[in-house]
């Protein structure tokens, strides 16, 4: 018998979860992210069945793992059978042994083999995000059949808005045709009367999962389908599949951007020792290249001694030759991965980034030398007797530097991709650093030049 406290948490959780079910799904999934997975997983149990594996379907439910493990067995199996096979797929590549095999086994066949297929494509691949609950039909149809056969299926499907046609015997993929085209037939004519005049477009499910967001991009498509080899479909990878790729990818490039690996799980959600695992590696590696800066430093110590006053335009060079470069890198990772370039524009990139450096350059260095020439005219600050010079070789030197961030910048990420990285690899902070180093030699080298028989 339940004592008082635990009957009033009962009815507590089911009064919330009664007014949870009146909201969208969206607004559900917000609500069990907030809530530990336990107490998540007690509310999404007590949601109807329907409105749970709608709920369940989003891929913006956090910790979807905790919340199937801490479900009862049979209940996560039931809504694991009700989600779409892309999302089943996606869940089930982030549950942990012993617990995969265990749900996975208790699905029924066929949705068994489905989910296994779709886990044995690559990650990133368009067949790891592509869906098998598709509409097809085959080209012997009227558009009546057609339009009655998804008035049977809707339901089971994730999108009916593209009907592809199979020919019936080959079982390739013939057209793809809108529903719009479709509602507005003639109901008694064949269903390739109502196809567009062009091919289908198609992709292979090995392809980079991008690939399939250019070609909906480009072509304003809801869906594209995967074929194999000889072209029979095997599903297709629609629009809201290719949102959610976009979104991590870009999540991803954005944190190696910044230094680090991509998180795996959402910032609140991660562990202390993950967070530091992820961040620690890189952070290392950045701060040892930086040791090159002192050590470029202590190459030039007599320098230094001789003319005291360069050391005040050290953070400032140092500075704008990063910026510079982290400006480049930027422009370059995305105009990568959108395929605006390609590995063999490397040399028009450079010979566009070279006037751009020293005109960015030249700008800056106007700048600095009025800037030190403004301080020693109205007595704020006394560069001595050689401040002209001293203005020239800062002047100089932010010309060099920015051109050589420029010119860094921008072929880093060419240069990452040719060996097979990933160009977003090239951090801003990897940038800063490489130019930092580089800008010191610039930067007393011109001094040598410019000062040699004053200063130095």
Not at 226 to 245: F, M, Q, S
Not at 414 to 419: D, T, W
Request: with cysteine; hydrophobic share 50%.
């Amino acid at each position: 018998m339940q004592n008082s406290s635990e009957a009033v948490g009962d009815a507590t959780l089911a009064n919330a979860t009664g007014d949870l079910a009146q909201e969208r799904a969206p607004d559900i999934v917000e609500a069990l992210n907030a809530e530990e997975p336990e107490a998540a997983a007690a509310m999404l149990q007590s949601l109807p069945a329907e409105k749970a594996i709608e709920v369940l379907d989003l891929p913006g439910l956090a910790n979807t793992c905790e919340l199937i493990t801490a479900l009862p067995s049979d209940t996560a199996v039931a809504l694991l059978s009700g989600v779409s096979d892309d999302r089943a797929a996606d869940i089930f590549k982030e549950l942990e042994e012993p617990v995969r095999t265990a749900l996975l086994d208790r699905l029924n066949p066929e949705t068994r083999g489905v989910i296994s297929g779709l886990l044995a494509y690559p990650e990133r691949s368009a067949g790891s995000i592509m869906t098998t609950e598709f509409v097809s039909v085959p080209s012997t149809w009227t558009i009546a059949e057609v339009l009655h056969h998804i008035r049977m299926v809707e339901r089971t499907r994730e999108t009916v808005y593209s009907i592809f046609v199979i020919d019936p015997v080959r079982k390739t993929l013939v057209q793809a045709v809108p529903l719009r085209r479709l509602i507005s037939g003639d109901p008694h004519a064949n269903v390739l009367t109502a196809a567009p005049a062009r091919r289908p477009l198609m992709i292979s499910p090995e392809a980079d999962r991008m690939e399939a967001a250019r070609l909906i991009s480009r072509y304003d498509l809801l869906a594209v389908a995967v074929v194999d080899g000889p072209g029979r479909i095997l599903g297709i990878v629609t629009v809201d599949d290719v949102i959610d790729a976009i979104v991590q990818e870009s999540t991803e490039d954005v944190q190696k951007f910044g230094g680090m690996e991509a998180l795996d799980e959402p910032y609140l959600r991660i562990s202390f020792v993950e967070m530091i695992k992820k961040r620690g590696g890189w952070l290392c590696a950045l701060f040892l290249s930086e040791m090159l800066t002192a050590s470029a430093m202590q190459t030039f110590q007599d320098e230094l001694e001789r003319a005291i006053v360069l050391t005040l335009f050290i953070p400032l060079i140092m500075s704008s030759g990063g910026n510079s470069g982290s400006q480049a890198t930027s422009l370059l990772i995305r105009a990568l991965a959108l395929q605006e370039l390609r590995l063999g524009d490397w040399w028009r990139v450079a010979l566009r980034e070279l006037p751009t450096g020293l005109a960015l350059g030249a700008i800056l260095g106007v700048i600095g030398m009025a800037r030190i020439t403004l301080w020693q005219t109205l007595g704020i600050f006394d560069y001595g007797p050689h401040w002209g010079l001293v203005a020239a070789t800062v002047g100089a030197t932010l010309v060099g530097i920015v051109t050589f961030g420029s010119l860094a910048g921008s072929m880093l990420p060419f240069i990452l991709k040719r060996i097979g990285f990933d160009p977003a690899s090239a951090s801003a902070p990897f940038v800063a650093t490489l130019v930092d180093v580089t800008g010191l030699v610039i930067y007393f080298g011109v001094a040598a030049v410019i000062l040699r028989g004053t200063l130095l």
